[in-house]
Structure formats: structure tokens, C-alpha cells
């Protein structure tokens, strides 16, 4: 049916380009703040945007479909209950897609 071929088709587009897009625009939003003497040094910085950016990247392919619940989840919990510990958004989504990949069971 039309119906099943457009949902394939909507997967493929959410799991190749959304999920991809979504991360690099956390990589490059957070990358002046992490990369900045005055956060991290610069060399632990990049180390933190590269290990953070291929883990979700990775996570992104392997598991789509609890992509929206990490983000959903990262987003709310640390802009409303513990907006003290955030770091960035980069850092706070690599913490939350270790601590919902554990809690799965993956």
C-alpha cells in the first residue's frame, strides 16, 4: 500500500538525515562553549565534542527509536529540575543516551 511505502520512506529520512542533523547542530552549538579556556581546555574540549559527537552519532543509527525520548527527556530534565548540573546540551544528551541505554538493557 502507498500508506506503508511513505512510513518506510519517513523512517529512512528520520534515521539518515534528522537524527544526523539534530546532533550536529548540538556538536556546533556547544563546541565554542566546551572548546573555551575558561570551561575546559581546548584539548579536552575537542576530546569531549569528538567521543560525545561519535557516541550520539552511533546511537542515532543503532537505536532511532528512543532518539526522541533521550532528547525529549534530556531537555526537560535539565531545563526544569536540575538546571544547575547542565553543562551543555551536548554533554547533558551524551549523559542521557548512556543512562537510557543502561536503563534498557542494551
Known sequence: MWF????VWLLFLEKNI???LVVLNVLSGSARELASPRKLDTEVGALMITVAGLK???SSYSSPTYQY?????TVLFF???YRNLSETLLLDLFLM???F??????
Open 4 to 7: 506503508e511505502k511513505l512510513h
Open 18 to 20: 534528522l537524527y544526523p
Open 56 to 58: 550520539l552519532l552511533r
Open 69 to 73: 525520548i533521550t532528547v525529549l527527556f
Open 79 to 81: 531545563t526544569f529540575d
Open 97 to 99: 543516551s548512556i543512562v
Open 101 to 106: 541505554s543502561k536503563v534498557k538493557g542494551n
